[in-house]
């Protein structure tokens, strides 16, 4: 633990220990331990249907991002966090712009297309007209690699091909990627060459953007640890809190 997202939710087990009777205090821990991690389950639940609510179609990619550490008799912590090398961007990059605004990371073809020569220090890309979209509004990994395969750090690598020539590699390809700068009305940026000559626009390049926080991550969590917190005590209580148990 001790992520910047991590919501910690912890007990003070001294005054619990001054409100019940000298059976129960061996119980303490154990029905303490239940409730955190019963309540770190009921934030993680309150965190998917806050980005459902906040996101436009977001992925099972970002939903299943969150995970609940429990709570145990040694350790009376609980904590919902971000899976760790979940996938090639950490929840922790892609989400964090979301809740506390600024900026986001490059994203791996992103990185590549700098690497190349392609996308300058401060652009990134933002889909284009003719950029192929999944249900949930983003391009696949099979469409970068497609992408970044053709380009190879190039410019147009048809522009001087005879007529004929680009209409075979237009058919073996499904099209033919270029980047495209300076044409005035034109965005620069990532465009496909199609049957006709024409040009679709796929990826553009745009400045640096900045996001104003949407996801109230902790806010989220902080309403959920107050009023589920003592329902789960009780629970704790009713089920576990008068058993004798055995050192």
């Given at each position: 633990m001790g992520s910047a997202f991590e919501i910690d939710i912890r007990a003070n087990f001294d005054n619990i220990a001054q409100a019940v009777n000298e059976m129960q205090r061996d119980n303490i821990p154990f029905v303490t331990a239940y409730a955190l991690t019963k309540t770190a389950q009921d934030v993680r639940v309150a965190e998917v249907d806050k980005m459902r609510e906040v996101f436009d179609r977001p992925t099972r990619f970002a939903l299943n991002a969150l995970q609940v550490v429990p709570a145990t008799k040694q350790d009376l912590r609980a904590a919902v966090v971000f899976k760790q090398g979940f996938g090639s961007i950490p929840a922790e990059r892609y989400l964090g712009p979301q809740v506390h605004g600024g900026g986001r990371a490059k994203k791996s073809h992103e990185r590549a297309l700098q690497s190349a020569g392609i996308l300058g220090a401060a652009e990134y890309c933002v889909p284009g007209k003719a950029a192929p979209l999944d249900a949930f509004g983003n391009m696949k990994g099979g469409d970068f690699t497609r992408i970044l395969s053709q380009l190879q750090a190039s410019r147009d690598p048809m522009q001087n091909m005879t007529p004929r020539s680009r209409r075979r590699a237009i058919k073996r390809a499904g099209g033919q990627y270029f980047v495209l700068r300076g044409a005035g009305r034109a965005p620069d940026g990532i465009y496909k060459r199609v049957a006709g000559g024409a040009a679709e626009a796929v990826l553009i390049?745009?400045?640096?953007?900045?996001?104003?926080?949407?996801?109230?991550?902790?806010?989220?969590?902080?309403?959920?640890?107050?009023?589920?917190?003592?329902?789960?005590?009780?629970?704790g209580w009713a089920r576990y809190g008068n058993q004798r148990r055995r050192a």
């Amino acid at each position: 633990m001790g992520s910047a997202f991590e919501i910690d939710i912890r007990a003070n087990f001294d005054n619990i220990a001054q409100a019940v009777n000298e059976m129960q205090r061996d119980n303490i821990p154990f029905v303490t331990a239940y409730a955190l991690t019963k309540t770190a389950q009921d934030v993680r639940v309150a965190e998917v249907d806050k980005m459902r609510e906040v996101f436009d179609r977001p992925t099972r990619f970002a939903l299943n991002a969150l995970q609940v550490v429990p709570a145990t008799k040694q350790d009376l912590r609980a904590a919902v966090v971000f899976k760790q090398g979940f996938g090639s961007i950490p929840a922790e990059r892609y989400l964090g712009p979301q809740v506390h605004g600024g900026g986001r990371a490059k994203k791996s073809h992103e990185r590549a297309l700098q690497s190349a020569g392609i996308l300058g220090a401060a652009e990134y890309c933002v889909p284009g007209k003719a950029a192929p979209l999944d249900a949930f509004g983003n391009m696949k990994g099979g469409d970068f690699t497609r992408i970044l395969s053709q380009l190879q750090a190039s410019r147009d690598p048809m522009q001087n091909m005879t007529p004929r020539s680009r209409r075979r590699a237009i058919k073996r390809a499904g099209g033919q990627y270029f980047v495209l700068r300076g044409a005035g009305r034109a965005p620069d940026g990532i465009y496909k060459r199609v049957a006709g000559g024409a040009a679709e626009a796929v990826l553009i390049f745009v400045r640096a953007p900045s996001y104003t926080a949407r996801l109230p991550y902790e806010q989220t969590a902080f309403d959920v640890v107050e009023r589920q917190l003592p329902v789960h005590f009780a629970e704790g209580w009713a089920r576990y809190g008068n058993q004798r148990r055995r050192a």
